[in-house]
């Protein structure tokens, strides 16, 4: 495919826009490769390159599923390489399998049902969409009604409710309300069980009025149980997560009042979590552990944002720039590897690489050509 497009660009240089729209697909495919081929070694994903052997955790390896889901739909939509890819999410599946699909982390097993769901859309395998519910009936049974009011605002008129974070109770995130809110949608969308879509709406409504500033919209990392207190992290993924929210709750309720908060809240991102150079950041230069894959969340759910209308100029720039700007400012060329800071520098050769880092610039890269011909709608 490759050197067919150099073809065309030297034979028809004028045309080569509209006859190559794959300099994207070919960024994208460059990018996964060296992502396979660095972090999915002997049928087990790394957590880093050089590897030592360390597993990554088990939220990063579903975001390395998400990676492999992402070229895999790229290219099945193709037609190409399809049973390559069956072959890699069913190894994939088999590895999470052998070491247990359950963490006292409800947002982590949440992001692996999401992948499941991904995987099940692809071949129909019904084991993943068996798996995907298992892991939402354990999600939803989180709902609790008896924590947390804000104490610090001396408000005694609050609403309590949410999902819980963890198994010992003592947060609730966005990754684990606005996630869960996809997951029950998306569910809803295949099996029609109209508990699944009420659950969504109940979900996202709590944290909407609740966790979502409503002036400036920015989204509420967390709320602690002992003392009640909003932490108002600002990551892009929390934006990202609820602007994903709003556009299931759209397709399933066809309102489109989900879709204008989805708009507000990327005005947030415009705002805040950009670069003057349209690139989104995450306070790079702090941005270590969980940090380093935020922002492939965040570019995924800004992407569908800009599919679901494609007028939207500010968004196109934001995700256009942003991987002009992993490409040709936080690539290291030979090693096909990426900075965390988006607007670079490129990492040194031979330096460290996490999966997570590795995953957020490949999902990016992906997700830019996917959303940009028109494949994701
Ligand atoms: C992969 O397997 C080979 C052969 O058993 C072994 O030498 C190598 O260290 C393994 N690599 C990793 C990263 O575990
Ligand atoms: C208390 O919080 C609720 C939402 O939880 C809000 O609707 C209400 O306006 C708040 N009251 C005061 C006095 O701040
Ligand atoms: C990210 O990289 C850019 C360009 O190298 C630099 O100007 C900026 O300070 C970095 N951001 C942080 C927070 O380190």
Redesign the pocket.
């Given at each position: 495919m490759r050197s067919c497009c150099i073809v065309f660009v030297v034979l028809v240089v004028s045309f080569s826009s509209i006859l190559c729209d794959s300099l994207d697909d070919d960024r994208a495919d460059i990018a996964f490769k060296s992502f396979i081929t660095k972090f999915w070694?002997?049928n087990?994903l790394?957590d880093s390159y050089p590897?030592t052997?360390e597993r990554p955790q088990y939220w990063i390896s579903a975001m390395g599923f998400d990676t492999i889901l992402d070229s895999a739909e790229r290219h099945i939509k193709k037609g190409q390489d399809k049973q390559y890819y069956f072959d890699l999410i069913e190894a994939f599946y088999n590895m999470i399998d052998k070491n247990g699909w359950y963490r006292p982390f409800f947002d982590d097993m949440n992001w692996m049902a999401l992948g499941l769901l991904r995987a099940y859309a692809l071949n129909k395998n019904p084991k993943y969409l068996n798996k995907a519910t298992e892991l939402y009936n354990i999600i939803a049974y989180q709902w609790d009604e008896t924590c947390c009011c804000p104490k610090d605002k001396g408000n005694t008129t609050c609403v309590t409710g949410g999902l819980w974070w963890n198994l010992e109770h003592t947060q609730k995130a966005t990754a684990a309300n606005a996630g869960p809110v996809i997951l029950a949608s998306r569910l809803y969308e295949i099996t029609k069980n109209n508990d699944q879509r009420e659950f969504a709406k109940k979900v996202y409504t709590y944290w909407w009025n609740n966790m979502v500033d409503p002036i400036s919209h920015q989204v509420c990392d967390n709320i602690e149980a002992e003392t009640a207190e909003k932490r108002w992290w600002k990551y892009t993924y929390n934006e990202g997560l609820m602007i994903g929210a709003g556009l299931a709750l759209e397709r399933i309720f066809d309102d489109s009042t989900y879709l204008q908060n989805s708009y507000k809240i990327a005005e947030f991102v415009f705002g805040n979590e950009v670069t003057s150079e349209n690139v989104l950041y995450d306070k790079d230069g702090e941005c270590s552990g969980d940090c380093q894959e935020f922002k492939g969340i965040a570019f995924r759910y800004l992407a569908l944002l800009y599919a679901r209308d494609r007028s939207h100029s500010r968004l196109k720039k934001i995700l256009d720039d942003s991987a002009a700007s992993i490409w040709n400012r936080a690539r290291n060329i030979e090693e096909q590897t990426f900075a965390t800071n988006w607007s670079g520098p490129a990492p040194l050769t031979g330096s460290k690489i996490t999966q997570a880092t590795m995953n957020a610039a490949t999902m990016a890269l992906n997700i830019h050509a996917a959303t940009m011909s028109q494949m994701i709608n």
């Amino acid at each position: 495919m490759r050197s067919c497009c150099i073809v065309f660009v030297v034979l028809v240089v004028s045309f080569s826009s509209i006859l190559c729209d794959s300099l994207d697909d070919d960024r994208a495919d460059i990018a996964f490769k060296s992502f396979i081929t660095k972090f999915w070694v002997n049928n087990t994903l790394q957590d880093s390159y050089p590897n030592t052997g360390e597993r990554p955790q088990y939220w990063i390896s579903a975001m390395g599923f998400d990676t492999i889901l992402d070229s895999a739909e790229r290219h099945i939509k193709k037609g190409q390489d399809k049973q390559y890819y069956f072959d890699l999410i069913e190894a994939f599946y088999n590895m999470i399998d052998k070491n247990g699909w359950y963490r006292p982390f409800f947002d982590d097993m949440n992001w692996m049902a999401l992948g499941l769901l991904r995987a099940y859309a692809l071949n129909k395998n019904p084991k993943y969409l068996n798996k995907a519910t298992e892991l939402y009936n354990i999600i939803a049974y989180q709902w609790d009604e008896t924590c947390c009011c804000p104490k610090d605002k001396g408000n005694t008129t609050c609403v309590t409710g949410g999902l819980w974070w963890n198994l010992e109770h003592t947060q609730k995130a966005t990754a684990a309300n606005a996630g869960p809110v996809i997951l029950a949608s998306r569910l809803y969308e295949i099996t029609k069980n109209n508990d699944q879509r009420e659950f969504a709406k109940k979900v996202y409504t709590y944290w909407w009025n609740n966790m979502v500033d409503p002036i400036s919209h920015q989204v509420c990392d967390n709320i602690e149980a002992e003392t009640a207190e909003k932490r108002w992290w600002k990551y892009t993924y929390n934006e990202g997560l609820m602007i994903g929210a709003g556009l299931a709750l759209e397709r399933i309720f066809d309102d489109s009042t989900y879709l204008q908060n989805s708009y507000k809240i990327a005005e947030f991102v415009f705002g805040n979590e950009v670069t003057s150079e349209n690139v989104l950041y995450d306070k790079d230069g702090e941005c270590s552990g969980d940090c380093q894959e935020f922002k492939g969340i965040a570019f995924r759910y800004l992407a569908l944002l800009y599919a679901r209308d494609r007028s939207h100029s500010r968004l196109k720039k934001i995700l256009d720039d942003s991987a002009a700007s992993i490409w040709n400012r936080a690539r290291n060329i030979e090693e096909q590897t990426f900075a965390t800071n988006w607007s670079g520098p490129a990492p040194l050769t031979g330096s460290k690489i996490t999966q997570a880092t590795m995953n957020a610039a490949t999902m990016a890269l992906n997700i830019h050509a996917a959303t940009m011909s028109q494949m994701i709608n």
